[in-house]
């Protein structure tokens, strides 16, 4: 892990550097929210993205995120980190798809 001590110790490059990860925030949800085929992530916004560091901490999370989804994300990449497997194809797949009609059960 670099030092960042130059952070704690220049306020002006902490803004710099500080911004700069809250835009690549939006950015991505932004670009999420235009190649989505969910209109209730294209239209609605109920997204959130963030920047997590290699022990599953947030470091950035953007400006309009709803806080309720950063908090599932830390604890999911965590989760992962430590070897668990998310599985989308088992038999309780289909409750990623009851959220408001998210997916199409074909």
């Known amino acids: 892990m670099r030092d960042i001590s130059i952070l704690r110790d220049d306020p002006v490059t902490f803004e710099v ?9 939006e ?3 932004s670009v999420m929210m235009r ?3 969910s ?3 294209s239209l609605s916004a109920d997204l959130s ?6 022990a599953g901490d947030v470091v950035a999370q953007g400006v309009t995120s709803l806080p309720v989804f950063v908090g599932s994300m830390q604890s999911t ?3 992962v980190i430590d ?6 194809d088992g038999p309780k797949a289909n409750c990623l798809r009851r959220h ?3 997916g199409r059960q074909g």
Do not use: N, W
Not at 49 to 54: K, P, W, Y
């Open 17 to 25: 550097v500080r911004g700069g990860l809250y835009a690549i925030c």
């Open 35 to 37: 190649a989505s085929f």
């Open 77 to 79: 990449t965590r989760a």
């Open 83 to 88: 070897g668990a497997l998310i599985r989308r």
């Open 27 to 29: 950015e991505m949800k």
């Open 49 to 54: 993205c963030a920047i997590l560091d290699h």
């Open 100 to 102: 408001l009609g998210d």
């Open 39 to 41: 209109p209730l992530l």
